[in-house]
Structure formats: structure tokens, C-alpha cells
């Protein structure tokens, strides 16, 4: 059974760095396809960054700003946030991509387990 939980959201201040996480069971590691979506208000989730065997991919909103990485001994799925913007104010889900040998990627239909999301906020 997969289960995505993610903790590390919470209110900071524009410049500030947060790390979010997100402990991951039943995913077999090295085969599936992780990734980090958010939701801001009145908006439709998108992509945010993205981990598989080999690969990453980053939203450009994100990119060289934010850093997706696996800690295989923890389980855990980590993104690493710097410069943090208010109009990176969102609730950030995690996800997992079960079919074997894909690159990263932010295809959201491609998804098959989320987490239940946890929020940043940044005030402007």
C-alpha cells in the first residue's frame, strides 16, 4: 500500500528557505517517478519538480531556486526551497508515478498516489 505524507510547511518570510518532505511507503525505489505539485488559492495545482532514476525536472517558476532529492534511507522525498516568493504561497502535495523506467515529469494525470498536501505561506 502506498502512503505519501508530507510535513515541513509553514509561514515564513520573502528570501526565507523552507525544506519540505515527504515520507514515502510502498514505492519501490529506483522505478517510480516522484514528484512535488502545488495548489495556490483560486488556482489549479501545477507542477513544481520532479526525481526518478537518473533525472529531474523543475517547473521554470522553480528552477535554480528549488531542489528535489531522494533519501533512500529514510524514505523520504525532500525539496529544498530558497528565495522563497509570496507567489510561492501554496499547499504543496507529493506524488508518486508507479510505471517503471520514466523520466521526472510534471504530468499530473500520470500520477497514481498523493499525499495529502502541506502549506507554505509567504506573505507579501
Known amino acids: 500500500q502506498v502512503q505519501l505524507v508530507e510535513s515541513g510547511g509553514r509561514s515564513v518570510q520573502a528570501g526565507d528557505s523552507l525544506a519540505l518532505s515527504c515520507a514515502v511507503s510502498?514505492?519501490?525505489?529506483?522505478?517510480?517517478?516522484m514528484g512535488w505539485f502545488r495548489q495556490a488559492p483560486g488556482k489549479e495545482r501545477e507542477f513544481v519538480a520532479a526525481?526518478?532514476?537518473?533525472?529531474?525536472a523543475y517547473a521554470p517558476s522553480v528552477k535554480g531556486r528549488f531542489t528535489i532529492s531522494r533519501d533512500s534511507g529514510k524514505n523520504s522525498i525532500n525539496l529544498q526551497m530558497n528565495s522563497l516568493k509570496p507567489e510561492d504561497t501554496a499547499v504543496y502535495y507529493c506524488?508518486?508515478?508507479?510505471?517503471?523506467?520514466?523520466?521526472?515529469?510534471?504530468?499530473?494525470?500520470?500520477?497514481?498516489?498523493w499525499g495529502q498536501g502541506t502549506q507554505v505561506i509567504v506573505p507579501s
Open positions: 506524488a508518486a508515478d508507479l510505471t517503471q523506467s520514466r523520466p521526472a515529469h510534471g504530468r499530473q494525470a500520470d500520477y497514481d498516489y
Open positions: 510502498g514505492v519501490t525505489w529506483g522505478t517510480a517517478v
Open positions: 526525481i526518478s532514476r537518473g533525472s529531474l
